[in-house]
């Protein structure tokens, strides 16, 4: 069963991949793309374990501790970091059901009118703080990092175990995503961490054409993440891109592409 997640995986991160660059996703195109992820990996029983997060947090803890890690969980972080590097956020963006749960939930309109979008600094900041410290945790009790990082671990829910404190966590995640985009992937989860150092040596990316750019910053204002002003900008340091897909259908100029990056037009 497992083998049919990976393959299925496989087929919907590159398909992902090719709808982004053959044809422009609006939000209500990606809407029903994660309807479909959430559905075919969150709620069909052949495709739970092995978790994501457990996988990435078990490896960590097997190199803190000396412990073994299970070929499931290898072939499972394998899995992700073969993805990420094909495509930055294939996994995260394309078959992750709770980062598609979070998406879908954020469609609804925030009771102010206007969603919040967190300074990365401060999101990440939070989220490598969550890291080190469980990591320093298991370093210092020789515990399973696991056991601390778990209570933090919403892909539970999709085994149907609903103990009180993942209950409380889920709902206030949901809560949020009405607010911001993909709340517990930018400030919780150790896999967007993960992801997005890989990012970096991505071969597929959001990439910026500047002569054909206006400036206009319609990207900007239509894009759920921050990610693409940072690329616009120039900057470095940039958030996490779940490759919605979003920016590239707002730009009318056709400046945005989800393309390899190394060829990207300075």
Not at 100 to 110: K, T, Y
Not at 205 to 233: F, H
Not at 236 to 258: H, M, Q, S
Request: proline content about 5%; hydrophobic content about 50%.
């Amino acid at each position: 069963l497992s083998s049919i997640k990976f393959i299925l995986g496989g087929i919907a991160a590159l398909s992902g991949l090719i709808l982004l660059k053959t044809i422009k996703i609006n939000r209500n195109i990606r809407t029903l793309l994660m309807c479909a992820v959430f559905v075919l990996f969150g709620v069909l029983v052949i495709m739970h374990q092995p978790s994501p997060l457990r996988a990435v947090v078990d490896m960590v803890t097997a190199l803190a501790t000396g412990g073994a890690i299970t070929l499931k969980k290898m072939t499972m972080l394998v899995f992700i970091g073969g993805l990420s590097v094909i495509g930055a956020k294939l996994f995260c963006g394309w078959v992750c059901p709770f980062g598609a749960l979070q998406e879908i939930v954020n469609r609804i309109p925030a009771p102010s009118g206007k969603k919040i979008k967190l300074p990365f600094k401060i999101s990440n900041g939070i989220r490598i703080s969550l890291f080190v410290i469980s990591l320093v945790m298991v370093i210092g009790t020789g515990s399973d990092l696991y056991t601390y990082h778990g209570i933090l671990n919403p892909f539970e829910l999709f085994d149907w175990h609903f103990e009180l404190v993942l209950a409380v966590l889920v709902v206030a995640v949901l809560i949020a995503s009405v607010f911001v985009y993909r709340p517990f992937c930018y400030l919780v989860c150790p896999v967007g961490l993960l992801t997005w150092l890989l990012e970096y040596v991505s071969i597929f990316r959001v990439r910026l054409d500047r002569e054909k750019c206006d400036n206009c910053k319609k990207c900007i204002l239509k894009s759920p993440c921050q990610s693409v002003k940072a690329i616009v900008d120039g900057d470095t340091l940039r958030p996490d891109c779940y490759v919605c897909g979003v920016c590239i259908d707002a730009c009318p100029k056709d400046a945005l592409e989800f393309g390899i990056w190394k060829k990207a037009k300075a």
